[in-house]
């Protein structure tokens, strides 16, 4: 009884560590989701700010028609409220305030200050607001005349907002979940907020977050929970989100499977106990009856065993009499199954090779034969490695003493084992080769049986397989690639369309024109996913000769719109032939010349491509 309680309790901690460590990694994965999706709400506000900054009133000062405009950003998102804001702190513009009253200094300035000199977008922790008067967090971003930074846009965020957010995912309800800011501060809860919202979270996680991004360790909470904390907190944002697993909820299961057991085991012990002593007596004397017949099968005789009315011991004694006449039998049949085995070894379609402990070949079918160029009676008594190359006999070696290795462990016999291998035929060609080696104990001799198979066909279907994947795989390069510059023409259109035009057009124009700004964003980026994806595992193609004129006009073709959009002249000189990949080549000149378009302001770009020939190499130039 012992042996098998201990067994079953192994075998509940087994199952309670797994459940634990599944747990464990769930929360992981679900904090790190939640901190996704903030990132991702963060990002959303971050580009309704960012169109909403290219306003052309803050430039003209019309602060009220711009307040109105981010009243309609207030109507599309979950921004509380937004505020425009000066180098000096002061708000010039509060959706939460009617325009015309008097507005608050900033409460935000440090972050007012970092967006003005970085002119970078800046998310802050859980603050107080100047104007709202509660706590908040915040998202600005620069707003910008020419290359200079002139205001602070800011949007708020309530933590309400992220209260929903948690809620909404639906953790089970034992889970302690936590939000906290880029200064550990508790923003949302999935249990008594209002009493620790604007706290930093407990110190063993203020710590662990001190060193790490993400773990899970054994913690205790602010409400003095004993917890396995999961967190993960965003390298992008700095937000994070800490899944505390009660230790009761991940003992609840082990401790009442182990009262059952232990229940069961009493009652099984007891009840056992008292029939052992009754059949104890009753199965020694049946025992003893079966001592004669079991000699006298030892000795070839046939034997009976008298009935003793214990089922088990009248199938043995009557499986003794079946025994000694299967003997009998089996000697016969022995022969005829040997001639039968040699009968399936020769007709096998595999070369089946047995050699002995010191590696001499004792068996070689036909199929052996016929691939190594080698007749049976010249095998036989050959070292295996003859039919090895020289610079793999080492590692033929290795796999026999592996082989042999596991052979003792499993008492004689060795399960097969598959490898890869290269094998040698008399007359010197070398083939590739699937091997599966097997081991068995004849009358104390280890055999080690080879059942090979020429796999020449098979790799030379592989290599084809990958140079079509590499085929595909540029493609994949060269025609996302090649949709990247005319999406961001039709991105580049559709925003002067909108600048230029605005006031003319009513609301179903706008809004169709921003549908179309969305979309034309989206194929862009599923086109720069696709153009990633073949970066990572494409290889280099064999270079043919490539008109670097023709290369400058496909260049040329795709950046049309943003020639056109900033009235620049491009020019051209003699170009040469030469070597090389013409798709990456398009993709160079198109970054050069990208680079000349978009970072030349204040008068149109004028852009010349040239080359000149020096010693043994072409040097190009892009002015």
Known sequence: MAPAFLLATAVLYYNYQQQRTALIQDAVESARTLVRLMDREFTTVEVSLSALATSPLVRTGDYRAFQAQADEV???????????????????????????????????????????????????????????????????????????VTHSLSGVILPDHFQKLLVSYGLPEDRLTVIFDP???????????????????????????????????????????????????????GWG??????????????????????????????TSLLLAQSMASRIARAVGALRVPALGLGYGESVFVQAQ?????????????????????????????????????????????????????????????????????????????????ARFHAHHAELLRKQQTKSSKDGGDGGGSISVAVGLRMNGEEFPAEV??????????????????????????????????????????????????????????????????????????????????????????????????????AEAKPFVPVDMGDVAEDAIFLLDAAIQSTGASVTVGEMPVIKGDRAQLVQLLLNLMGNSLKYCTGHAPVVAFTAAKQDREWVFSVT
């Open 183 to 237: 200064s550990s501060k508790v923003v949302a809860r999935s249990y008594e907020i209002e009493r620790f919202r604007g706290q930093l979270v407990s110190p063993s996680l203020v710590k662990r977050l001190s060193e790490v991004n993400e773990d899970a360790f054994e913690a205790v909470t602010l409400d003095g929970t004993n917890v396995v904390s999961a967190f993960y907190r965003s390298p992008v944002s």
């Open 241 to 270: 989100v800490a899944i505390g697993i009660p230790e009761k909820s991940l003992t609840a299961n082990l401790r009442r499977s182990m009262w059952i057991l232990i229940g069961l085991t009493v009652l099984l012990f007891s």
């Open 436 to 537: 599966s080696v097997s081991s068995v104990n004849a009358l104390g001799t280890v055999l080690n049986t080879f059942i090979i198979r020429d796999v020449t066909s098979r790799v030379q279907a592989y290599k084809a397989l990958e140079r079509s994947n590499l085929d595909l795989q540029q493609f994949a390069y060269v025609a996302s690639h090649d949709l990247k510059t005319p999406l961001r023409s039709i991105g580049g259109f559709v925003q002067l369309l909108e600048r230029d035009y605005a006031d003319k057009l009513d609301e179903k124009a706008i809004s169709l024109i921003h549908r179309t700004a969305n979309a034309a964003k989206r194929l862009e980026q599923l086109t720069e996913d696709l153009l990633s994806f073949a970066r990572i595992e």
């Open 74 to 148: 207030l109507q599309r998102s979950f921004i509380n409220n937004i505020a425009l804001i000066a180098p000096s702190g002061q708000q010039l513009m509060n959706t939460a305030i009617p325009f015309g009253q008097p507005l608050p200094q900033t409460g935000v300035m440090e972050q007012t200050q970092r967006v003005i000199q970085s002119g970078k977008p800046d998310i802050s922790g859980l603050l107080t607001g100047a104007a709202l008067k509660r706590q908040i967090s915040n998202v600005a971003v620069p707003v910008f005349s020419g290359r200079a």
């Open 309 to 389: 009315h214990i089922q088990e011991i009248d199938e043995v004694g009557e499986a003794l009499g079946k025994a000694s006449v299967l003997l009998q039998e089996s000697m016969k049949s022995l022969a005829e199954n040997e001639a039968r085995f040699r009968g399936v070894v020769e007709s096998a379609m595999d070369a089946i090779i047995t050699v002995n402990e010191e590696g001499a070949i004792v068996m070689f079918n036909a199929a052996a034969a016929a691939m190594f160029a080698c007749r049976v009676d010249q095998a036989i008594g050959q070292p295996i490695t003859r039919f090895v190359p």
